[in-house]
């Protein structure tokens, strides 16, 4: 196997497009057999790459982001910037089906040498990235390319995840404020380094300029420089886009830097929420439940054999559900389901920002880990430890590390 995981390596540095390809499809594969595949790739690819810039552009469906994309990407190849871009679709919660149709909307962009773009479906339709997207960006980051954009599935308020694995993140909203400026007072707008207001065109060229400068009053700290408002339609406002995009693209680093001691938080308290786990006998008649009677969002089950569960998550605007069903005796759902028949919580999932520094804290107050103590891999393809219930007051609790630009994971 190294041998073949070491020529697909190399042609993906070499941005191949076949080698690209198959090395995204072997990463987003859900198949167990295929994982120790891929994170052998991964770190080949990492060992000896020098990773793009991630430009990440979120929004809400409709803002015109695939269409901007296009443009701001000819914009960067005529500059002499070698692109690719990573379209994040949405699954039906329903059929499992995507339309992938990123790709056909940037057909010229599609045909410039050396562009590669490769459509990805969310996969579980449970928000805007797939679960595989941190290993997308990892293969193509580490191909021949200078800017990496990411398009997002149309996000909400709480898809903040985007702003972990990008460098530089660009909110694409549609002219008109209202009830959808008082929803983005915190959260995703919070993290964006550029609003853009697009659709400055025709009719709606008056509201779209009333709309940025809306939003830039609202974020005093940033001021108007922080928004603008662009046509991708007519190509008006793109030019000076493109310049500012590249002027954080190639800041990138030196601000990461400059940021890493202040927003990382080695002491290992906990963080937000991630999501809640609910053991069931029948996870889809649970799902069923979630969806049909109290109108949630959720996922198709997906079986995990390496975690011995099959997973269902109900998406909730500030955080997740994670239904669990055993697969086989072995499951470390069983012993659970064996003592609450009925199901229920399971256990909780919290973030942290290093899992080692969070573990020595807990040690360090007697709390036990469970197993060896060392972090494994988790469902999330991210670090975790779970924490023993006896020392919590009769709950599980699992540690995850936070996603970060540019970790293993």
């Known amino acids: 196997m190294s041998d073949r995981i070491q020529a697909l390596a190399d042609g993906a540095l070499a941005g191949d497009r076949r080698s690209l390809a198959r090395a995204l499809t072997l990463v987003e594969s859900e198949r167990g057999v295929d994982r120790d595949a891929a994170r052998e790739l991964i770190a080949r690819l990492e060992a000896a790459s020098s990773p793009a810039t991630r430009i990440g552009i979120t929004g809400p469906p409709g803002a015109g982001k695939s269409t901007l994309i296009e443009q701001l990407g000819l914009r960067f190849v005529d500059g002499g910037k070698r692109v690719c871009v990573l379209a994040v679709d949405p699954t039906s919660s329903r059929t499992g089906g995507s339309i992938l149709g990123d790709k056909t909307r940037m057909s010229e962009l599609t045909r410039k040498a050396g562009v590669f773009i490769r459509p990805s479906p969310t996969g579980d339709g449970s928000g805007a990235l797939s679960g595989r997207t941190r290993q997308a960006l990892q293969v ?7 800017y990496l954009l990411l398009e997002t599935a149309g996000s909400g308020q709480a898809d903040t995840e985007v702003a972990g694995l990008v460098d530089v993140l660009v909110l694409v909203l549609a002219p008109g404020g209202g009830d959808e400026l008082q929803g983005m007072k915190r959260g995703i707008r919070e993290l964006a380094d550029l609003i853009v207001v697009n659709k400055a065109d025709g009719e709606t060229r008056q509201l779209a300029q009333s709309t940025a ?3 830039a009053r609202s974020i005093p700290a940033a001021g108007r420089g922080a928004v603008v408002s662009c046509s991708a339609l007519e190509g008006t406002g793109l030019d000076e886009l493109a310049r500012r995009i590249g002027e954080l693209a190639d800041s990138a680093p030196d601000r990461e830097k400059a940021g890493q001691a202040r927003e990382r938080d080695a002491s290992g308290a906990i963080g937000r929420l991630n999501h809640v786990a609910l053991a069931t006998t029948n996870v889809e008649e649970a799902a069923a439940f979630y969806r049909d009677v109290l109108g949630a969002e959720v996922s198709e089950p997906r079986p995990m054999p390496e975690h011995g569960v099959t997973t269902v998550f ?21 012993g659970f389901l064996k003592r609450a028949t009925a199901g229920g919580m399971h ?7 290093d899992i080692l520094a969070a573990r020595d804290r807990v040690r360090e107050q007697g709390v036990r880990i469970l197993g060896d103590g060392e972090p ?10 779970f924490l023993h219930p006896k020392d919590c007051f009769g709950v599980l609790i699992e540690l995850e590390e936070r996603a970060s630009v540019g970790s293993e994971s």
């Not at 193509?140 to 200078?146: A, H, V, Y």
């Open 347 to 353: 256990h909780i999932c919290c973030e942290v920002d």
């Open 140 to 146: 193509l980051g580490s191909g021949p390319f200078d």
């Open 314 to 334: 109900v998406r909730l605007p500030n955080s997740a559900l994670e239904l669990l069903e055993p697969l086989g005796e072995d499951s470390p759902v069983s």
């Open 376 to 385: 494994s891999i988790g469902a999330h393809g991210l670090p975790v430890l």
């Open 213 to 215: 400068s809306d939003y």
